[in-house]
C-alpha cells in the first residue's frame, strides 16, 4: 500500500485530554479520531491493528471449540426484564424506544441474548456441553468516559457464554477459556496478570479477571512480592498477623474490666489516653445490607427489628432479606473490605449504617459500639479479631469501654469471616512474602455464573434419564479496544508506537530519500517482493522531507523500516537500510536480499509471540 | 468441523410468519433466529455464509482503492443536527438519550459521521479523491419488519463515502464503484438488475440502483423486452407515442371551439359525452409542492398568492419556496407520477391539491381544469401534451370544455417536463421495444450526492491556488444481509439451499452411512484430507439415519455431498459417492482420488464465479 493512497492523518499536537500514552499515540498517529465524548471512530491504521486483535482472539476462541455467532447489537427489551437486569442494569445501559413503544437496549453484554436462542433450542444432555460467542459492538455510558478507547462508551467485546450438565463439565470449559485468554494475550504481545476477581454484579462466584498495570487503571491489585500470589482488592485475602497482637497466648489475661473514657470516642482519641496502639482496639461498626441471599434465620435480632426475620422472595426464584443491620468487628488498624462483607453476606449492596439507626440498635451513642454483649444484631467477626485476647473495645453505654477483652472468653459474635481490606505490607496467604500494591485495568474476565440466567429465563434439558435439568452456565469476556490501547501502553517510546509484529498495521514500512527515479524503481520492486511473500508494507511514497517520514514512521511504530536512497544504491551490490522499530542500531543489506531477510525476521517474530506459554 | 461439534438446529417446520423462501429456509437450515420482531441472530452456519459475503463485499472495496475504517454504530445526535436530518429522517431513526441527556442516534447510514472526521482531516487537494467505507450494523425501524433478515430492522451494511475535487473525479468512482458492484453480485452468484433509480431521501442526482427480482420487492421496474433499458418505475421514461394521437399533424386542425358538458366532470363521462377515447383528452391536476428548489422566480404567479414569490432560506443554505401550488397537464390515459414531478421541481414533497385551493386557484369548480388560459400558477406540460394538436380540456368554468385544442398555438404552459407513469405496454426510450413490469427489491445504490452534505457541515480544502473550495461527494451502500437472503431466494429448490460455491458455509458435506469403523476412519481421513487442501468441510458424525442427515445436507445446501459406507469401501478400489447440490447424478469415484478431484471442482467453481463480467 501506497502511503498516498491510504489515509493516515498524523498529527504532532493533540488534544489536552488525551492523558495516557496510547490515547495521545493513537491519536496522533491516526489511527482514531473522536466522534464525541467517549465515541472513537478507527481510522483505517487503526482498524488494521484493531481487526488483527480481532483476529487472534477469533483464532483461540474456535481453537477451544467455541461456536461464533452474531445475535443483533440492539436487542429486545422484554429478555432483559424477564433476566431481571432491565432494571438492575441502571443507568449505564443505553435504552431506546421505537415509534410502537417497544423498549430496546444496545447491549451491553449478552447473557440474556444468548441464554434465550440457546433455550429455544437446547433439548438434550447430548449438545452439552455448548460454547457461543460473539465478536461485536457494546454500549456501555460511562458517565466519564475518557482515556481514549482505554474506557469508552462504544466499544467491542468478545464474549462467549457456555452452557453444561454439571460442574466438572463447567470447570473444563472455564479451565481452557483461561488457558486461550493468555495465549492471546501473550500473541498480542501483553503482559497480564491473572488475579482471582469478585464478580460482582454479573453474580456467580469462581471467576479470574485478567489485569495489565495501569496508573490509571480502574482495580487495585494486591501482590506478593515473591509472584505467587495475585488479587483484586475487591477479593484479596492475606495470612494472618499474629505477631502484632498485644499479649502472647501464654501469658495470663487479667479478666475483662470495663473503664471511663470521658469524651473519648475515636481510636485516635483512645490510643492517645491509654498511651497504646490500634492494634489492641477492637473496631465495631454498623453496617446495612441490602438484598441478603445469606441464610440468617438463626442470628439474633433485636425485639421488634423487621431485619433478619423479614424473608422475601424478591430477586427472581431466589430469597433475600431486602433489608438487614449487622455489627462488623476488626482490628483497629484495620479497615472493613465492603465488598469483600457483601460476597459474605451475598449481599446486593452494604453500607455504613446512618448515626440514627447505630443509636437505635446499639442503645449508645455513636463511637461506642463493641461486640461485647450486643444481641441485638449479627455480629460478623473479623479473623483478625480472633486471635485477640487482650483487647480494648467500646461498652454499649457513654463514655465507657472495656478492657482486657477477649475473643472467644468474652463474646464470639454470630459468625468470623475474613472481611478486612488487605494493603501493602500484609503478609502473602500463600507464602508469607510481603505483599504490594499496584493499578489495573481489566482486559478479560472469566467467570462460572452457575444457573443465575438459566434459572431466571427458565431453561432446561432433558438428561440420560429422560429428567429435565437446568444447565449452569459461564461467561467469558475481552475488551478488544482496551486491549489494543494496552499493547501500546506496553510498548511505546518518546517516538511512538513499537508495535508486536502481531498486531502492527504493516509489517514494514519503506522510506525512500526521495520517490524518484532508480530510488523509486528499488521501492516499487521490494514492495512487491514483500507483498509477493505475504509481508505486509507501507511504502512512503510522499514528497515529504526524509525527516517527516522517520518521524511518521517512529510515530506510527511499524516494525521494521527500510530506507532506500541514492548513496546505498550506488554501491555494488546495492544496499538499503533496515531498522528494527524501538531499537538503534541500523544495518546496510544488499538490496536482492532485503525482502527475503525480513520475510524470515516477520515469521521469526510471530512465531515468538505465537509460541508456547 | 464435526456436525456434532458445531451448533446447526435444523428443523421441519417454519413459523407462519416465514412466506418467502429464504427466510423459510435461513430458519429451517438452522442459520438464523429470531430474537424479536425484525431482530434477528445469525447462529454459526449462517454466520459463516454472512462472513463471505462481508469479505467478497471488502475485497471488492479494497480492489478500487476504497479505504476501510470503522466510526461507532451509537452516533451523537449533533451531527445529525447539523446536516438537517435530525428532523428530516423521521420515526424510522432510532433515538436514545443517556443520563446526561445527550442525543444518540443508532445509526441508520453514516454520511455525517464520515463527513464530519473527513472535515476535520481534509486541508489540500492533494488529498482528493477519497473514498471511506465501512461494514457496520446499521438500525432502521421499519415499521412491518418481514421476510426475515430480508426486510430487518437491524442489519449489516457496506457504506462507502467518497470526496472530490470535481466532478469527474465523482464520476470516476461512481463508475468504478458500480464495476465492483456488479463483480460483488457475479461473486455472490446474484443475478441483479442495475437500474435508473430516483435518489429520493438521500438527495443529489445520478444514482444507480442494483435490484434482485422478487415478489415482495417494494420497487416496480421497468424493463425492455429487448434488454437494453432498466428503471425504477419512479423515473423511468419512455419513448413518445404519437401514433395514438387523434390527428395527424398535417392535418388542418379546426380553430379552438368552447363546447357545452352539462353535468360532465370526470374524463369518462367526457368520453361517453363526446363518444371518444381518453387519448383525445388533456388532463389537468393541480399540485401542492413543499421546499422546492427550481427557480420560479419568472413562472406565473395569481394576485395575492404568496406561492412563488415567497422564497425562503430554510434547508441548509439552500433556497426552498416552503409551499408552491402548480397545475400539470398530461395526456388523458395517463399518470403523473409524483416522483418524477418531485425531481422536476426539485421538490422535497408532492400532492395533490385541497379542492378549495382548485377552486380558487382555477376560479372554477373541480372538474373543469385545463390549460389554456391558466395564468394564475405555473402550468407543467407532460411530453405526451406536446403533440397534441387536436384535444379536449376543461375551459375552466363549470360545465365548459374546449374542442380542437392545439399545443403551441392555444397554449404552451409554463414549462414541459416527463412526469408521466410508465408502465407495461409502452415503449423503450432507447430502442422502442415494449416495456413490462417487474418487482425488485434493492441490494445496493450508487449515487452522487453533490454537496448536500459538504455544504450543511461545511466541509472546504484548498485547491491548486490556495482557494477554498467546497468538495463533491458520492455515496454507496450495499444491505449484505438482504445480499444474502437474496442469494438464497435465486438458488434454492423444494429439499432446501442450493449455494454458490463462494457464499456455502461449507464446501463439501461428507455423510456416512454410520460412522464407524472403517467408514468412520475413512470419513475422518477424507475430511483431514479436505482441510489440509483448504476445503472446507462439514463431516456429519451423528447418530442419526442416513435420511435424516441426507435430508439436512439438502437442506443446509453444501455444494458437495460425499457420501462414505461399507459397500462402497469395499470396492477395490474403495470407493466413495458423490454429488453436486442441485443436480441428481451421484458418481462413484476412488476414496483415495476425492479428495483431490473435489478440490478441484471447488476452485473451478469459485473461479467462475470470480470470473470475467
Redesign the interface.
Known sequence: MNY????I?TLREVPADAVIASHRLMFRSGMI?K???G??????L??RS?RKVEQIVREEMDAI?A??????????G??WKESGRWDAMG?GM???K???D?D?V?SPTAEE?FT??VR??LSSYR?LP?T?YQIN?K?R?E?RPRYGVMRG??FVMKDAYSWHGNDESLDETYQAMGRAYRRIFKRCGLTVIPVKADSGAMGGSGSEEFMVESDIGDNTLILCANGDYAANVEKAGCAPDYEVQPSPESAVIPPIEKIDTPDVKTIDELCAFLKTKPQTFIKTLIYRAANVELDLSAAPCAQGEPGCKNLERKKGDTAVYPEVFCAVALRGDLDVNEAKLAALLKAGEVSLAADADVIRLTNAPVGFAGPVGLNSLPVIVDHSVTAMNDAVTGALAKDLHYRHVAYGRDFSGWMTGDIRTVKAGDRCPLCGGGLYEKKGNELGHIFKLGYKYTRSMKVSYLDENGKSQMPTMGCYGIGLDRALASVIEEHHDEAGIVWPASVAPYHVIIVPIKYDGAVKAACDRLAADFEKAGIEVLLDDRDERPGVKFNDADLTGIPWRVVVGDKGLAQSPAQVEIKRRGEQETRMVELDKAAQELELKVKEALAELDGEL
Open positions: 498516498s493512497s491510504t489515509f492523518p479520531r466522534l464525541a465524548n465515541l472513537f471512530a478507527y481510522l483505517p487503526g482498524l484493531f471449540g461456536l461464533e455467532m452474531k445475535p443483533t447489537v440492539v436487542l429486545p422484554e429478555i443507568e443505553l435504552r431506546a421505537n415509534r410502537l417497544n430496546f444496545i441474548a434465550a436462542i429455544d433450542e449438545q455448548l457461543l459492538t454500549f455510558d458517565i462508551r462504544e
